[in-house]
């Protein structure tokens, strides 16, 4: 395959999971009720929490107002709680609430579901090498972003 052809794959592949239709599908087959905007960052909060409102909108490319008016729903929704950052009481840290939990747990389940569905008639060599590669390629980006 030419460096052309993954090129455009990979792009493809982004743009298509990146898209609002795509979080409603998720959210569907999860049989959670919540606007996609807020999916990435409800997620976020429960890997990486309790997190600080500048380090999430730093990760999703956001503004800080805009990250805390959408945590704001969030919490409304009773999805996270905010609690004071232990390094400065003026700012506060977002972390997931039990509900928020089962919500995630429930949007994981739809992921893995999807997953299965999409990896339907791969062998378990194929899907091995796959994850292999896959993994070595979201590395390399990783180190990519990171320098």
Do not use: C
């Not at 579901?113 to 339907?120: G, N, P, Q």
Request: hydrophobic share 45%; charged share 30%.
């Amino acid at each position: 395959m030419a460096d052309d052809d993954f090129y455009a794959v990979w792009l493809d592949n982004v743009a298509r999971v990146s898209r609002p239709k795509f979080f409603a599908m998720l959210l569907r087959r999860a049989g959670v009720e919540l606007d996609g905007a807020l999916l990435p960052l409800l997620v976020l909060v429960e890997m990486l929490g309790p997190i600080g409102v500048t380090e999430l909108a730093e990760r999703v490319g956001l503004t800080h107002s805009t990250v805390s008016r959408e945590l704001a729903k969030l919490e409304r929704q009773g999805l996270i709680s905010r609690r004071p950052a232990p390094h400065d009481q003026r700012s506060s840290h977002a972390v997931v609430t039990e509900a928020g939990e089962r919500t995630v747990a429930a949007i994981n389940a739809a992921r893995r579901a999807l997953l299965d569905d999409v990896f339907d008639g791969w062998t378990a060599q194929e899907r091995a090498v796959f994850a292999r590669l896959y993994r070595r390629f979201a590395d390399s980006v990783y180190e990519q972003l990171e320098r």
